[in-house]
């Protein structure tokens, strides 16, 4: 009988650590870089190549939030420590014409510039 209620509080106390472990996981990546990227013939929809600063780690979604004339955009790491399930590494951000300066989450509250429009054909350039 002893055995069995060892066992059981054993059992629970992984599984809680494991769920707090994996629930820990998850959250907003800082070190998400372009690689490079790409415009629908229309210019509406941006599609942003990224990859990882780090050595571990890869991104599952992103949220895109717009303010004034620019897009600030927060990329989420995959669950676990280093799981490729659910990662992409291409995303598509609808643009309005108004949006001149492109944005990505960088920590602490703040971003970091990496897409500006330039020069007299107002045409998207890496920063």
Same mark, same amino acid.
Request: contains cysteine; neutral net charge.
């Given at each position: ?6 066992? +059981?509080? &054993? ?12 629930? /820990? #996981?998850?959250?907003?990546? #800082?070190?998400?870089?372009? =690689?490079?990227? /790409?415009? %629908?013939?229309? *210019?509406?929809?941006? #599609?942003?190549?990224? *990859?990882? $600063? @780090? %050595? ?11 303010? @004034?004339? *620019?897009?600030?955009? #927060?990329?989420? +790491? =995959?669950?676990?420590?280093?799981? /490729?399930? @659910? $990662?992409? %590494?291409?995303?598509?951000? !609808?643009? *309005?014409? /108004?949006? !001149? ?5 960088? &920590? ?10 330039? &020069? !007299? ?7």
């Amino acid at each position: 009988m002893k055995k069995k209620i060892v066992i +059981s509080i &054993g059992s629970i106390v992984i599984f809680v650590i494991g769920l707090v472990f994996f629930l /820990s #996981t998850g959250g907003e990546r #800082t070190d998400v870089i372009l =690689t490079h990227y /790409s415009l %629908s013939e229309d *210019n509406k929809v941006m #599609t942003l190549h990224i *990859n990882v $600063a @780090g %050595s571990m780690g890869y991104v599952r979604g992103l949220k895109v939030k717009q303010g @004034g004339d *620019n897009k600030y955009i #927060t990329f989420y +790491s =995959t669950y676990g420590l280093n799981n /490729s399930i @659910g $990662a992409k %590494s291409e995303f598509e951000v !609808e643009l *309005n014409p /108004s949006c !001149e300066e492109i944005y990505f989450y960088s &920590g602490d509250g703040g971003y970091r510039l990496v897409l500006k429009k330039m &020069g !007299e054909k107002n045409e998207w350039h890496m920063v």
